[in-house]
């Protein structure tokens, strides 16, 4: 099977850090694909080169085949690959509906005059958005709170208000950055469920995350990557059962970068200078 995204040699360096190092990635359409490692193994890092958000060093990115690698983020999402962020980056003021409404705007036909003018297209257009945003509050079980300021809602249901503005635009392949983190027990169990139902509805999804209790049901093949190199690869039983990865992650053994090396602190300081 031809795979939806194919990465091979993708590198990023932070000066002297090298933060993802000659990394290969095959993700197969409608499946789940898990992206796991200690701190700082590079996860984050390798979602924002997929997503578009970082350049990568060197490698390439294939996506339906299609050369991306130096493809803006805007024409990425338009393409069908969409993405939420570990920090929420809702517009608390506004209400629900009009955060997952913000999600189909690349994709609207009218130009800007009809918008100032407030046109019959321009009203035609704006409910069918509206619409659509409806579709996917229902789909995260969230329709109830449309009207609320997105930022009232608790910390799990604004989780679910970013994933609905990520898929509401029907994209092919869906990046989630830590999708629990923050959530409970109980939480954690909905959020494998909708994963499920999201990959089950013909999206693609390749999936950074640290719980083990998100990962393994969630996923049909997991990456492992460790100091910015890929460790394992394989389907979660196997994960599970690797002894490299059993020694630097899941038993908790391996030795982690000082703080300072951290990809995450350097790919800050990148962008604060």
Same mark, same amino acid.
């Given at each position: 099977?031809?795979?939806?995204?194919?990465?091979?040699?993708?590198?990023?360096?932070?000066?002297?850090?090298?933060?993802?190092?000659?990394?290969?990635?095959?993700?197969?359409?409608?499946?789940?694909?898990?992206?796991?490692?200690?701190?700082?193994?590079?996860?984050?890092?390798?979602?924002?080169?997929?997503?578009?958000?970082?350049?990568?060093?060197?490698?390439?990115?294939?996506?339906?085949?299609?050369?991306?690698?130096?493809?803006? !983020?805007?024409?990425? =999402?338009?393409?069908?690959?969409?993405?939420?962020?570990?920090?929420?980056?809702?517009?608390?003021?506004?209400?629900?509906?009009?955060?997952?409404? !913000?999600?189909?705007?690349?994709?609207?036909?009218?130009?800007?005059?009809?918008?100032?003018?407030?046109?019959?297209?321009?009203?035609?257009?704006?409910?069918?958005?509206?619409?659509?945003?409806?579709?996917?509050?229902?789909?995260?079980?969230?329709?109830?709170?449309?009207?609320?300021? =997105?930022?009232?809602?608790?910390?799990?249901?604004?989780?679910?208000?970013?994933?609905?503005?990520?898929?509401?635009?029907?994209?092919?392949?869906?990046?989630?950055?830590?999708?629990?983190?923050?959530?409970?027990?109980?939480?954690?169990?909905?959020?494998?469920?909708?994963?499920?139902?999201?990959?089950?509805?013909?999206?693609?999804?390749?999936?950074?995350?640290?719980?083990?209790?998100?990962?393994?049901?969630?996923?049909?093949?997991?990456?492992?990557?460790?100091?910015?190199?890929?460790?394992?690869?394989?389907?979660?039983?196997?994960?599970?059962?690797?002894?490299? !990865?059993?020694?630097?992650?899941?038993?908790?053994? !391996?030795?982690?970068?000082?703080?300072?090396?951290?990809?995450?602190?350097?790919?800050? =300081?990148?962008?604060?200078?």
């Amino acid at each position: 099977m031809t795979p939806l995204l194919d990465v091979s040699g993708l590198t990023r360096h932070f000066g002297g850090l090298v933060a993802v190092n000659d990394v290969a990635l095959e993700i197969a359409p409608g499946s789940v694909h898990g992206l796991i490692g200690p701190n700082g193994a590079g996860k984050t890092t390798m979602l924002n080169m997929v997503s578009g958000h970082l350049s990568s060093s060197s490698g390439w990115i294939r996506f339906e085949r299609e050369l991306i690698t130096k493809t803006p !983020v805007d024409v990425r =999402a338009r393409l069908g690959i969409r993405r939420t962020f570990q920090n929420l980056k809702l517009f608390r003021e506004m209400t629900v509906l009009e955060n997952i409404m !913000v999600g189909m705007h690349g994709q609207t036909q009218c130009e800007i005059w009809h918008a100032l003018l407030r046109t019959p297209r321009q009203k035609a257009e704006e409910a069918a958005i509206a619409e659509q945003a409806r579709k996917a509050l229902d789909f995260v079980g969230l329709l109830h709170l449309a009207e609320m300021p =997105a930022g009232s809602l608790p910390y799990g249901s604004q989780r679910l208000v970013e994933i609905a503005r990520a898929i509401v635009a029907s994209p092919k392949l869906l990046l989630l950055d830590e999708p629990a983190a923050g959530l409970n027990g109980a939480e954690s169990k909905k959020m494998v469920g909708l994963i499920r139902a999201i990959r089950d509805s013909g999206v693609t999804i390749l999936l950074v995350e640290h719980h083990m209790d998100v990962v393994m049901p969630a996923c049909d093949t997991i990456t492992v990557l460790n100091y910015g190199k890929r460790l394992a690869n394989g389907t979660p039983a196997q994960i599970r059962e690797h002894p490299e !990865v059993i020694k630097a992650y899941l038993g908790g053994g !391996v030795k982690r970068r000082p703080k300072a090396d951290q990809p995450k602190a350097a790919e800050a =300081a990148h962008a604060a200078s």
